[in-house]
T-cell receptor, first 115, second 114 residues
Framework: ETGVTQTPRHLVMGMTNKKSLKCEQH?????MYWYKQSAKKPLELMFV???????ENNSVPSRFSPECPNSSHLFLHLHTLQPEDSALYLC??????????????FGNGTRLTVT | AQSVTQLGSHVSVSEGALVLLRCNYS??????LFWYVQYPNQGLQLLLK??????LVKGINGFEAEFKKSETSFHLTKPSAHMSDAAEYFC????????????FGTGTRLQVTL
């Protein structure tokens, strides 16, 4: 399998539930990202991991908790979400972030609905 | 700081007609510019990118874009639209060396009609 794989593709959860989104990349990249895509809004960068260390957190509420156990895997742990958190969550990976500025490779996303 | 403006949230063209999707950017440093495409129920796929050098860049599926510094634009074009081009297109900008700071536009949905 190649590319960036996200599971599950769809998730419906209540506001009191705890769930996790999973992302796996098979491209040998060393940086991974979580983006939130809401209708009629630009993609919002949530978290960036480079070499398994979190290097960016764009003021994301604490009900979203990322985890990057190794350079191929990225998780987003969710708890006590709000209905406005319903969106498409996209994972991406890239190689480096320096002069090479490798483009992002995206997964197909997880469509999250909070009820 | 960077920003991207995509003019027109929806564009409709006939099959075989010229496709023109507009993107203007703002950047305090020489920008890197990207176009991504998103098909229904899928993630974003890179169409093309401009970093340095030739200002006319060619991408996949017959698309190309031209970096015009004087107009701060990076419009996406394709001479002849195909039904399979129907998708959402995103323009994005970053500063050199900061791949993690990609700023996206709000997207343009392209409809192709018979």
């Amino acid at each position: 399998e190649t590319g960036v794989t996200q599971t599950p593709r769809h998730l419906v959860m209540g506001m009191t539930n705890k769930k996790s989104l999973k992302c796996e990349q098979h491209l040998g990249h060393n940086a991974m990202y979580w983006y939130k895509q809401s209708a009629k809004k630009p993609l919002e960068l949530m978290f960036v991991y480079s070499l398994e260390e979190r290097v960016e957190n764009n003021s994301v509420p604490s009900r979203f908790s990322p985890e990057c156990p190794n350079s191929s895997h990225l998780f987003l742990h969710l708890h006590t979400l709000q209905p406005e958190d319903s969106a498409l969550y996209l994972c991406a990976s890239s190689q480096g972030g320096g002069i090479n500025n490798s483009p992002l490779h995206f997964g197909n996303g997880t469509r999250l609905t909070v009820t | 700081a960077q920003s991207v403006t995509q003019l027109g949230s929806h564009v409709s063209v006939s099959e075989g007609a010229l496709v023109l999707l507009r993107c203007n950017y703002s950047s305090s440093v020489p920008p890197y510019l990207f176009w991504y495409v998103q098909y229904p129920n899928q993630g974003l796929q890179l169409l093309l990118k401009y970093t340095t050098g030739a200002t006319l860049v060619k991408g996949i599926n017959g698309f190309e874009a031209e970096f015009k510094k004087s107009e701060t634009s990076f419009h996406l074009t394709k001479p002849s639209a195909h039904m399979s081009d129907a998708a959402e297109y995103f323009c994005a900008v970053s500063a050199p060396g900061t791949a993690s700071k990609l700023t996206f536009g709000t997207g343009t949905r392209l409809q192709v009609t018979l």
